[in-house]
């Protein structure tokens, strides 16, 4: 691999209001699925001790050299007497796995004076510990630009995704960057979207580093791809030169009516020109990227609504599953599996039961444009803050698992049955008990504590799923049951949505553009008010 992106920087979008005219789509089948759920444990929020108080939201992450970095998106250090030590655009932590599971030791940290008790008090400084302007660096003239404005209008880096590893020790994902007014004439023009840029991490013994890779990869007027999920996988076994000495970038971006997919060659993910888009009627790949406003569900790789998700393959289905919240404000976490059951055409290698009709592996993520999701599902219904209800969920796959990373990702020099990373999350639950990598799994949110553009307070809440035993994975789907139709056409999948509670997409731009999952309201009118996914920041005035 030739890649060695330097340098990148992060911006995303802020609250949306409107109201939002929704299609009612027909359910195609009975939604049911093999998925079932045994256990569900609440955690309860994460704890920050080194910071004296944070309000922040987001809550991504990533194993990388044998470290679990959690990111974040806005973030403000509050002192004991409630007032704003700090503020920073994006933050980093790294959790110990053998230590409590809530806990995270954030990246920066100094102690920046007393309260009028004497009390130290501790903050994340954004220029001067954690990095330039935030965790992901600013360039110079949007950090002068920010310095210029204190506040009052400021260029946006959050990350809004959990990173995806390119190897052991390095992982990359794309992020957006926008503009943001907070007293703008136009209303519509509070959040104006720059376009996604690309963000690549490691974590050398000083701590976690994230580097930005010039301005923008995909322009602000297209759809936000890599924003919603990205994988990494073989080349298309379509392709004469495929082998498993290179990869290919699968992104997946939400758009007004659902998701689309992009795949571009991982040695050339700093190309657009070189990108290519999957094509729901043709079931093919490419140059024409699709507009973030289609309605003909025809066009829609798949319907419905997103906000904040997670794409992963689990080894305990041995396929891929979705996680995600969708627009309904409703704080519930939905799930899907890619059903190797539900070929979307006839095709020599992508048969029935997966590839060659043995299954699938973690590093076929072509997979993803050859076979039918699931229909939705509910996977666990959080507990909404008093603030309203909850947003930017994410499943955290790198917990109780060792097979987090593809084969293909070691060293060539590590043998084969060592291949595997440790267990982390052994003091709540140990290897022997979990019942298979992948089993149980870990789920954040940030849950509004208490609502409001100025004096929003926010915080990452955790909680543990434990999946029912599968009585037989020979099929390489979760089970070899009978199972129900995954509601496909020649022209997309499709699922079934309703206009009560629906979070709006009217002037939500940059919640398109960028495929940034969730908005912040200081009510629950889900009607009237905004997308759940970004976080106020006290202090300052400061909207998140």
């Known amino acids: 691999m030739h890649m060695n992106f330097i340098g990148l920087q992060l911006l995303t979008p802020r609250a949306l209001v409107g109201l939002v005219t929704c299609t009612i789509v027909p359910v195609l089948c009975e939604p049911w699925t093999q998925i079932s759920i045994k256990n569900t444990t609440l955690l309860g929020p994460q704890l920050t001790p080194d910071v004296t108080n944070v309000s922040r939201d987001g809550g991504y992450s990533a194993l990388i050299n044998g470290n679990i970095v959690w990111l974040y998106d806005d973030s403000e250090c509050i002192g004991y007497e409630g007032n704003q030590l700090s503020f920073v655009s994006n933050t980093a932590a790294v959790a110990n796995p053998n230590q409590n599971i809530s806990t995270v030791k954030d990246f920066g940290v100094v102690m920046v004076g007393s309260d009028n008790h004497g009390r130290k008090e501790y903050a994340i400084l954004a220029n001067d510990t954690v990095g330039t302007g935030g965790w992901v660096p600013f360039q110079p003239d949007e950090l002068q630009f920010n310095n210029k404005m204190k506040g009052r209008e400021r260029v946006a880096i959050w990350p809004g995704t959990s990173p995806t590893p390119i190897s052991t020790t390095q992982a990359f994902m794309y992020a957006p960057l926008v503009y943001v007014d907070y007293q703008p004439q136009d209303p519509s023009k509070e959040y104006q979207a720059r376009g996604m840029t690309l963000v690549t991490i490691t974590v050398p013994s000083s701590g976690p580093m994230a580097a930005r890779e010039g301005d923008l990869i995909i322009p602000g007027t297209e759809i936000a791809f890599g924003g919603f999920a990205t994988l990494l996988g073989f080349t298309s076994t379509g392709d004469p030169s495929s082998g498993n000495d290179t990869r290919d970038v699968y992104l997946l971006g939400a758009a007004n009516n659902g998701l689309q997919v992009a795949r571009v060659d991982l040695d050339h993910v700093e190309i657009y020109t070189d990108y290519s888009y999957f094509d729901p009627r043709s079931l093919q790949f490419s140059e024409t990227s699709p507009g973030p406003n289609i309605s003909d569900y025809a066009q829609i790789y798949l319907s419905g609504t997103f906000t904040s998700g997670s794409v992963f393959y689990s080894p305990y289905f041995s396929t891929y599953l979705m996680i995600y919240l969708n627009k309904m404000a409703d704080s519930t976490f939905y799930v899907r599996f890619l059903d190797l059951n539900q070929p979307l055409a006839p095709d020599p290698v992508w048969i ?106 926010y915080q990452i809440w955790l909680a543990k799923v434990e999946f029912d035993i599968i009585s037989d994975k020979s099929t390489g789907n979760p089970s070899s049951a009978p199972r129900a139709s995954a509601a496909t056409t020649s022209g997309g999948q499709q699922s079934s949505k309703t206009p009560e509670n629906m979070i709006p997409n009217s002037g939500s731009r940059i919640a398109i553009a960028f495929g940034y999952h969730g908005w912040k309201s200081s009510t629950f009118d889900a009607f009237s008010h905004i997308l759940p996914s970004v976080i106020a920041a006290i202090g300052i005035g400061l909207l998140l």
């Open 352 to 457: 029935q039961g997966g590839k060659g009709g043995e299954g699938i592996v973690q590093e076929d993520a072509e997979a993803l444009v050859k076979y039918a999701w699931s229909p939705q599902q509910t996977l666990y219904s959080s507990p909404p803050g008093n603030g309203g209800f909850n947003y930017a969920g994410t499943a955290h796959p790198e917990y109780f698992n060792r097979q987090y990373f593809a084969k293909s990702l070691y060293s060539q020099s590590t043998p084969s049955d060592q291949r595997q990373n440790g267990w982390y999350g052994s003091t709540i639950l140990s290897e022997d008990d979990a019942g298979g990598d992948g089993r149980h799994l870990l789920l954040s949110w940030t849950s509004q504590l208490q609502g409001g553009m100025d004096n929003g307070i």
